[in-house]
């Protein structure tokens, strides 16, 4: 095979090995051949840097001034290119909580990106959400979850609704998890004020996600340890991290992934439309936002309403607070790429191989 690009990198994380230097032939979106040493030819690209698979964001609203909601989806496109243009090879189509016709006309104008492959899924976030850590989900539109309602959303979604985040100690939430996952979608727990008990009753069941681990849930409290201990007790669970330095202590952030392993934490941006645009008003479903500082909170009340900074942000960001050396580039890979495509099942994500797709992330 000699067509397509050819990317020369002064360092290049194959599997569990980095070459430096290597090379990487990409064709028709998908790496075609990949060596140590100098490229087999002229390079098309040269790069400065460590090659490292594109990063997987598992929880997304936006980006570049845009929204998911947006009606037209020349705005969805938009922010999934400002994404893959800062290193992302699959970005998660997140929706918050909104009326229950909203989010069908929602899902059924993503599920056509999904379908062609410019998105790994779509992800409800609510309405299925404890009202007391509903965070920056409108309160108006929680609901608990009712069968009629799962199924004509994963009807409208036609496989392409990939993740749920549910909160299991609502009326009907075990049975939903069951429903949900007997489709094929990847249960999360999130936004809620489940106990221990309750929250391992949801993983017997078949959920397999945190969603923003700490953030939206009930806190860690020593004689009360809640879903958050229960989460990360649990082999069978990846925990979502937004390692932003705004929603969670970096030192927390590499203290959970030096407990339960690169192989169980995912990294996520829980971007809105704000990240990578200045500060200023914006919205994150029907709910307004104000940036302030790199920060976005709810107008009205100040909830923290979802990231700002992308994943390249977040992995440059642990980066710096890790001991430098291939061991913090390894476990930074899994965080951002590796973990995450293993929770979608892509086998051709998050690795840079023969046949896996040519995206790539550059640190
Ligand atoms: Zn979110």
């Not at 599920?111 to 998105?119: D, F, I, K, S």
């Amino acid at each position: 095979m000699t067509g397509g690009r050819l990317v020369a990198a002064q360092r290049l994380l194959v599997e569990d090995e980095v070459l430096a230097p290597g090379w990487l032939r990409i064709a028709d979106a998908t790496v075609v051949g990949l060596g140590a040493g100098e490229p087999p030819g002229p390079a098309t690209t040269t790069i400065d840097g460590t090659v490292v698979p594109g990063f997987v964001d598992l929880h997304c609203h936006g980006g570049g001034g845009h929204e998911f909601t947006d009606p037209d989806v020349a705005h969805v496109r938009a922010a999934l290119a400002f994404h893959a243009a800062r290193g992302n090879a699959a970005t998660m189509l997140s929706l918050v909580t909104a009326p229950a016709d909203e989010l069908l006309a929602q899902v059924r104008r993503l599920a056509p990106l999904v379908r062609a492959g410019e998105a790994p899924g779509i992800h409800l976030e609510g309405p299925w959400l404890a009202r007391s850590r509903c965070g920056a989900q409108d309160p108006r539109y929680l609901r608990p979850p009712d069968p009629a309602e799962i199924d004509a959303l994963l009807e409208a979604g036609e496989g392409t609704v990939a993740m749920v985040t549910i909160a299991p100690e609502l009326d009907g939430a075990l049975d939903a998890i069951d429903r949900l996952t007997a489709a094929g979608v990847v249960v999360a727990i999130g936004h809620t004020d489940a106990d221990y008990a309750q929250t391992r009753a949801a993983i017997d069941r078949g959920a397999t996600v945190a969603t923003h681990l700490f953030n939206g849930m009930r806190p860690l409290h020593h004689r009360d340890p809640g879903p958050v201990l229960a989460l990360l007790d649990d082999e069978r669970v990846v925990v979502e991290l937004i390692g932003d330095g705004v929603h969670l202590d970096p030192r927390l952030v590499s203290s959970i992934v030096s407990a339960v392993g690169a192989a169980r934490a995912a990294l996520v941006s829980d971007a809105m439309a704000a990240a990578g645009m200045p500060d200023g008003s914006y919205r994150l479903g029907s709910l307004a936002v104000t940036v302030g500082d790199g920060v976005a909170r709810l107008r009205d009340g100040g909830a923290i309403a979802g990231g700002t900074g992308t994943m390249a942000d977040l992995v440059e960001r642990y980066l710096v607070g890790s001991p430098a050396g291939d061991a913090a580039l390894r476990d930074v890979v899994a965080l951002s790429s590796g973990t995450p495509a293993g929770v979608l099942g892509r086998a051709d994500l998050g690795r840079l191989t023969v046949g896996s797709a040519g995206a790539y992330a550059v640190l």
